[in-house]
């Protein structure tokens, strides 16, 4: 998709995402303009929906691009959370930003990478990021959602914020929203690889770990 001028979508509708791409396919996202995609309801703003079956790759090479998820369990760009229709969480492909401004939120998932559940939920696609501006804000800033797994992020370029409440950047954290007592136990999730470097610009926030899972 190539964006121009100033693009605004919002859903509210059925639990689905605002923007979704099939599964095994791959949507890339260029442009000069903006795009801002809204999902309020159980579904990312860039992803699957949990009611959608899983989503594929996201590519953004350029452009302003602002993806939130503002009610429950999804990730601003990336995954779902348990679908009571397919039983199993719905899960993104590979995330690769290479350019661009991107501005990703989730209330209660990673901002970028997994959605967030009371059980787990394990993002096993690959985050990429080598260029552009990122910032990236959830219960986890850059990685698995709540209680879960994370695959692989690597970093070589661009700059990068990421915030979360437990995680800046990493596995998902043993919090759930309303569910704060438990904040504190040890059983987050485990996150298999991280890289930072090259020429990133690269900055983690979190009232818990920075960087990283509590099963490193």
Known sequence: ILI???????????????IYIPEKFTLTLDGTGKLKAHSDTHGAGIGPGENTEDAGNIVINGGEITAYCTSYGAAGIGSAPYSTVWHHDRQCGDITINGGKVDAYSKEGAG???????????YKGH????????????????????????????????????????????AGPDIYVGDSEHAWHDSGGHLDW????????????????AVGSTHD
């Open 112 to 122: 970028i990478g997994g959605g967030g559940s009371q059980d787990g939920m394990d």
């Open 194 to 209: 991280l890289y930072i470097g090259g020429t990133a610009d690269v900055e983690a926030h979190s009232k818990c770990r």
């Open 4 to 18: 121009e001028g100033d693009n605004k979508l919002f859903t509210k509708w059925n639990k689905c995402p605002c």
């Open 127 to 170: 985050i990429t990021i080598t260029g552009g501006e990122v910032r990236a804000e959830g219960i986890t800033g850059i990685g698995a959602g709540t209680k879960g797994d994370c695959n692989e992020i690597r970093i070589t370029g661009g700059k990068v914020y990421a915030k979360g409440v437990r995680t800046g950047i990493g």
